[in-house]
Nanobody, 122 residues
């Protein structure tokens, strides 16, 4: 398994941008599909974005399409989530997750990070 660590969260104004990073330790990161999830206060965790092992295939939840971009650099064991035009409703703890044998873009995933807080003020 890999260990995941997120970074790049923070407090921003509506319309601003952030780039989250998910860095993995361990071997064979390129064998893992990776996704970002988020959880807002008093809400269930929701899927945000997915990227395949090679990076060729991506998928997004409707609410972030055209605003968020997921990418990966397997040489750096890192997956990124570029978030543009942030809205207050994007406020949440963002988690990255990795898995080798997943049934769908929503998982199940074997490995999870600790999360990074994103707060968007209006």
């Amino acid at each position: 398994q890999v260990q995941l660590g997120e970074s790049g969260g923070g407090s921003v104004q509506a319309g601003d941008s952030l780039r989250l990073s998910c860095t993995a330790s361990g071997r064979m990161f390129s064998m893992y599909a990776v996704a970002w999830f988020r959880q807002a206060p008093d809400k269930e965790r929701e899927f945000v974005a997915f990227i395949s092992r090679s990076g060729i295939t991506t998928s997004y939840t409707d609410s972030v399409k055209d605003r968020f971009t997921i990418s990966r650099d397997n040489a750096k064991n890192t997956v990124y989530l570029r978030m543009n035009s942030l809205k207050p409703e994007d406020t949440a703890v963002y988690y990255c997750a990795a898995g080798q044998l997943i049934a769908s873009v929503r998982g199940p995933y074997d490995c999870w990070g600790q999360g990074t807080q994103v707060t968007v003020s209006s």
